[in-house]
């Protein structure tokens, strides 16, 4: 069994940051890729950002490049999202998933999901 727990989100200003963090738990082989969503009221899940567990390659959609960065530590198994000048419309719930597969931008093709957490960011 594979467990995700995210934490680390909050209500901030615009032009804030915060630092959310996914911790890991289980089996490795389903880790191939760690992504970062998120869905605001009313929206689909949307693609945020991925890391290849392995390598450490890195993808972003458009709208964070420049503002978030994807890491990892694999000593404590944890995916980190530095989100820099935060907007009012990054406001939704994060969730953290996991992949064996390498198509990063597909939210189906994950397997597993943490519980998310809500991130605000007012103007």
């Known amino acids: 069994q594979v467990q995700l727990i995210e934490s680390g989100g909050g209500s901030v200003q615009a032009g804030g940051s915060l630092r959310l963090s996914c911790a890991i738990s289980?089996?490795?082989?389903?880790?191939?890729?760690m992504g970062w969503f998120r869905q605001a009221p009313g929206k689909e899940r949307e693609f945020v950002a991925a890391?290849?567990?392995?390598?450490?390659?890195?993808y972003y959609a458009d709208f964070v490049k420049g503002r978030f960065t994807i890491s990892r530590d694999k000593a404590k198994n944890t995916v980190y999202l530095q989100m820099n000048s935060l907007k009012p419309e990054d406001t939704a719930v994060y969730y953290c998933?996991?992949?064996?597969?390498?198509?990063?931008?597909?939210?189906?093709?994950?397997?597993?999901w943490g519980q998310g957490t809500q991130v605000t960011v007012s103007s």
């Open positions: 890391m290849m567990w392995s390598g450490g390659d890195t």
């Open positions: 289980g089996r490795t082989f389903v880790r191939a890729t």
């Open positions: 998933g996991t992949s064996n597969g390498d198509l990063y931008q597909f939210s189906a093709l994950y397997n597993y």
